[in-house]
């Protein structure tokens, strides 16, 4: 039993235990409450997230079985007695949390992602939500969500490339919007993978001239393409002096080590490095970096319900979507290897109806 609640049980795919494949089974989604939309989903995106926590790599141990899966895309299919924002029938993603004490300052201010309420933000998969249940996420045929915290997906963006804006779309439009990404700014993207790929296609479209620093010079053609004015290879040691004290702003999506110093130099004056990779070890800075110039480094956690929904609107604007590989349920586990590689151009999507 879960907590005296009515369930039904959906298909998913879940990893059993850590690091152990991802396999078909079924989940339970709580009946409707109130407020409550019921979502058929079409698509999930995978995002690197996804691997890192049913490998267990993030230190919290997780909560097993996990039906990972936040860039969620589907269909309302039911809705609560006092649903008042979605009718059946309409387009609606879902993104990261699904929930939030809706109290605190954070909250109020449409901060939900960085709630400080004793509920704190309700992450999609593994976590507890206000009944004390776990969540599971959006790799499964359906989804109830709280109508509150779940997004419209305008009629111009397809669902499927539209799935991936929900985590890796917003984790890039909030800080560019944040730091005031636009015309006269020079931006860059550190690396060109499912997160970088969106803040390249987001910054261009918000007008800032926009620069790809990335490993090697192999993703060049698409970096161009997506919308990034240059391209320069950080192997090469000329880049950073050819490139010294450029940039307004620089959004670092990768994962690994890097040297902050070097990138630190790329600022000019009272510019702003945003980290949004998270590496497993600290990022060792020396202050000289930040202080010759007031230089600043940041940090910046996806967006609130109504800064996902600007990003999905401007999206629609812009005609801006993912770009992806869709990819049938039995495929997830190869998909993750594939993403350990990066062998992705830019983001895979399960087909949900495969599931
Ligand atoms: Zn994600
Ligand atoms: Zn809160």
Redesign the pocket.
Known sequence: MLGGMTHTSVAAYAAPAPKAPLERTTVPRRELGAHDILIDIKFAGICHSDIHTVRAEWGDGGNFPIVPGHEIAGVVSATGSEVTRYQVGDRVGVGCFVD?????????AGL?Q????E???VNTYNDTDRNGEATYGGYATHVVVDENYALRIPDALPLDAAAPLLCAGITLYSPLAHWQAGPGKKVAVVGLGGLGHMGVKIAHAMGAEVTVLSQSLRKKDDGLRLGADHYYATSDPATFEALAGTFDLIVNTVSANLDMGAYLGLLRTNGTLVQLGVPEQPLPIAPFALIGGRRSIAGSLIGGIAETQEMLDFCAEHGLTSEIEVISADRINEAYERVLASDVRYRFVIDTSTI
């Open positions: 939030s004490c809706r109290t605190c300052d954070n909250c109020r939900e960085y709630c400080t309420g509920l704190g933000t």
